[in-house]
């Protein structure tokens, strides 16, 4: 399993603070990222900031800052969440990075090259908010008959000269495409909505923009920036080393994954995929557009101001409590709700109850009754976690991140029963080394668990590691074979999952 393994979020618009939707996405590709480290696989993540565009010209000028000041502040925030909810990310790619200006100016040329690209005027409907062009067919209605973007967004009316794509030379080839990668679109309901947008036919694309400066300059043409979603979805190129490093590019691309959320799917399965056939370039395998996180049942966006800070959340629950609720909580692919009350509910059931309770009940007795060192093995044959891996396994191929956690609490599940019924406690007034057994397979039960659950709350899992005396180099899967050491002295057990309260009603 050494094949390599190249996994991105989309990179974000830092024109506010991070909200909690920034730190779902980042969270779950981090999850998918660590569990692909752990099988042995080399992996790549990378995650950063989408700097150009009007939308940050905007947003810039209503704080009287320029856009590279807006984006240096707000950058800075979403690298601090990212570093605060330990993404393990390779590469945080800022759009303004050099390489990225290079990186987009080359696949410009390529498909100018390749004949896909033409001056023209552009006239139409521009929403700022989704940085995107619709068709009057496209809009709907507002509150008060105004004209509206599929998203709801406001768009205006906009005359410009502009650069064009051939998108509409595309479309069989990329209904071809999707015909012959099942997987390129997931899951399955996006993959629907693309083919049947495609499906209606393709209007080629405006990829400059004249009425402002602040983007990438279009190679060759003074005046021209490239619209910010040319140069945003170029980062994942920028990303492998592509094209200053060939060496790198070679191996890390095509990607294997694009993580994006599921309002953004068109620009990653049709217009990410055509500019990259009109440049001679591998098409990434598959793009997956994960659901919604909703306040409430609410909607929350920076626009609206609806916008929870994944900081503070991560400060009440901890950083591994709110990762665990959410790729626990939420169907990966589809919306999920959150709300105080469900978090604390389902961290104080699931991993101060559960996981918490069979680490600390195990550990307290070994510290006490084996003078704190790791007990003799015995015959006991153990709770039975066999198979559990490859179960966890295959739902982390099929991107079921909450069916994996699932599996791995019916390992603690398992656990804990066996262990309740073995009550070693009172097995040890009548014979001690049958309680020393119990207590040596409730150990190696929690050291199988922590392992299998280190790519979701990765913190908690090594604390329970280092009180287990692991090694770093002795906790991926590889691992899971080798069983714990008796003999050997561990560290006094500490708590790992505090039980929450509830917030005053
Ligand atoms: O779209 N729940 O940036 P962005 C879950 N710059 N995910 C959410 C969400 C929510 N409530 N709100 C947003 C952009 N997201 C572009 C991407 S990629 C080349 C360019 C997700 O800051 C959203 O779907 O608006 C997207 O995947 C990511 O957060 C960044 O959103």
Redesign the pocket.
């Given at each position: 399993m050494t094949k390599p393994f190249y996994i991105t979020?989309?990179?974000?618009?830092p024109n506010g603070r991070p909200?909690?939707?920034?730190a779902?996405?980042a969270i779950a590709t981090d999850a998918i990222a660590r569990w692909r480290r752990l099988e042995g696989r080399p992996v790549r993540f990378l995650t950063g900031t989408?700097e150009h565009g009007l939308k940050m010209a905007q947003a810039a000028r209503a704080r009287g800052l320029t856009p590279r000041q807006l984006a240096d502040e707000m950058s800075a925030s979403f690298k601090a969440m990212a570093d605060q909810l330990t993404i393990s990310y390779d590469r945080f790619i800022r759009t303004t990075d050099a390489d990225h200006y290079a990186a987009s100016a080359e696949l410009w040329r390529r498909m100018a090259a390749n004949g896909d690209i033409y001056l023209g005027r552009y006239e139409g409907w521009y929403s700022v908010r989704d940085?995107a062009f619709y068709g009057e067919e496209e809009l709907i209605a507002g509150a008060v008959g105004e004209r509206l973007s599929p998203q709801g967004t406001p768009v205006e009316w906009t005359v410009e000269e502009s650069w064009f794509f051939r998108l509409s030379a595309y479309q069989d080839r990329l209904l071809a495409h999707y015909a012959a990668h099942p997987d390129f679109i997931q899951p399955e309901a996006r993959r629907n909505e693309v083919i049947r947008f495609v499906e209606g036919g393709l209007a080629d694309l405006s990829i400059s923009r004249t009425s402002f400066d602040w983007g990438v300059p279009v190679p060759d043409s003074p005046g021209h920036v490239m619209y910010v979603?040319v140069d945003?979805?170029t980062?994942?190129l920028t990303g492998a080393g592509w094209p200053a490093d060939p060496a790198l590019a070679e191996r890390w691309w095509p990607a294997d994954i694009h993580i994006?959320?599921?309002?953004?799917v068109r620009?990653?399965a049709v217009y990410w995929p055509a500019f990259l056939m009109a440049a001679g370039v591998a098409l990434p395998k598959a793009v997956f557009g994960?659901?919604?996180?909703?306040n409430r049942g609410e909607?929350?966006?920076k626009s609206t101001g609806n916008v929870i800070d994944p900081a503070a959340m991560a400060e009440r629950y901890g950083v591994d409590g709110l990762r665990y609720f959410l790729l626990r909580e939420v169907s990966f692919g589809q919306d999920g709700s959150y709300s105080d009350d469900a978090i604390v509910t389902r961290i104080n059931a699931d991993l101060a109850n559960g996981l918490g309770n069979l680490a600390q009940r195990c550990l307290s007795i070994i510290a006490k009754q084996c003078a704190g060192r790791v007990p003799a093995p015995g015959t006991a044959s153990g709770p039975d976690l066999g198979g559990l891996a490859a179960r966890i396994g295959q739902a982390m191929d099929a991107l079921q991140l909450n069916r994996a956690l699932e599996i791995v609490w019916e390992g603690v599940s398992e656990a804990n029963r066996w262990f309740a019924d073995q009550a070693p406690w009172a097995l040890r007034k009548t014979d001690p080394a049958a309680a020393d057994a119990v207590l040596y397979a409730t150990a190696e039960a929690v050291r199988q668990l922590a392992i299998l659950v280190r790519w979701a709350i990765p913190g908690a899992a090594d604390a329970l590691l280092d009180q287990l005396g692991q090694a770093e180099d002795a906790r991926d899967l590889a691992a899971l074979a080798v069983p714990l050491t008796p003999g050997i002295a561990l560290p006094p057990p500490q708590g790992v999952f505090p039980r929450l309260e509830p917030a005053p009603a």
């Open positions: 979020t989309a990179i974000s618009y909200h909690v939707g920034h779902y996405e989408d940085e979603w945003a979805l980062n994942y994006i959320g599921k309002d953004i620009f990653h994960h659901g919604f996180l909703l909607k929350m966006s």
